[in-house]
């Protein structure tokens, strides 16, 4: 309904802030990182909303940049998040590394961010690894998710080249965290791991 508002910077508060434009003040609710750099009060600001409608419950939720947005949308999707979760966690990691740690499927970092267990973690990997692959959103341009995404696409081809030779899945991923695959093609990651794989 809203794409951004901008106007005047009235009120800064804990989890929210206040613009006005057109004598109406909006309450928009806000991750406190992006409150800190939204700048001074009684300055123009424009601010990235999304318009959240739930039975009990009409808000305004506010965003810097069109990647925290993305990001909160997709953190939106995941079973058992909702609002007030998606944006606790863009208060303590930044997009890029939260797309990051999906791909890679870095579960320890995602348990790092407040309110996120073991399981929380594993059901956002499992949720959103696969969106954040098809989806053309302003996260996944980022360069460090692009090159996350190629060296993923690498690494399960050659995986999957593998298990038709006759290996199984844990084996190949044992020998692949062995070697700096970050330049390889998948014919060489495919060499490669047969090297290894024989001494076994």
């Given at each position: 309904m809203f794409a951004y508002i901008k106007g005047v910077l009235e009120e800064k508060s804990n989890g929210y802030v206040i613009v006005e434009t057109g004598g109406i003040g909006y309450k928009i609710f806000m991750s406190n990182s992006a409150i800190g750099v939204l700048g001074e009060l009684k300055s123009t600001v424009k601010?990235?909303?999304?318009?959240?409608?739930?039975?009990?419950?009409?808000?305004?939720?506010?965003?810097?940049?069109?990647?925290?947005?993305?990001?909160?949308e997709l953190l939106l999707s995941v079973s058992g998040i909702g609002a007030k979760s998606a944006i606790t966690m863009l208060s303590n990691i930044d997009p890029s590394?939260?797309?990051?740690?999906?791909?890679?499927?870095?579960?320890?970092?995602?348990?790092?961010?407040?309110?996120?267990?073991?399981?929380?973690?594993?059901?956002?990997?499992?949720?959103?690894?696969?969106?954040?692959?098809?989806?053309?959103?302003?996260?996944?341009?980022?360069?460090?998710?692009?090159?996350?995404?190629?060296?993923?696409?690498?690494?399960?081809?050659?995986?999957?080249?593998?298990?038709?030779?006759?290996?199984?899945?844990k084996e190949i991923e044992d020998v692949l965290q062995k070697m700096d695959i970050s330049t390889m093609q998948t014919e060489d990651i495919i060499r490669s791991a047969l090297k290894y794989l024989g001494k076994q």
């Open positions: 601010v990235h909303t999304y318009y959240y409608v739930r039975e009990d419950n009409i808000s305004l939720y506010g965003f810097v940049t069109k990647e925290e947005l993305s990001m909160f590394s939260f797309a990051l740690a999906v791909i890679t499927n870095d579960i320890k970092k995602l348990t790092k961010i407040p309110g996120v267990g073991n399981k929380s973690a594993q059901r956002i990997v499992l949720e959103l690894k696969d969106k954040l692959k098809a989806e053309n959103s302003e996260i996944a341009q980022n360069d460090d998710v692009k090159v996350a995404l190629a060296e993923e696409e690498v690494s399960n081809d050659a995986v999957s080249a593998l298990q038709i030779l006759g290996y199984n899945r």
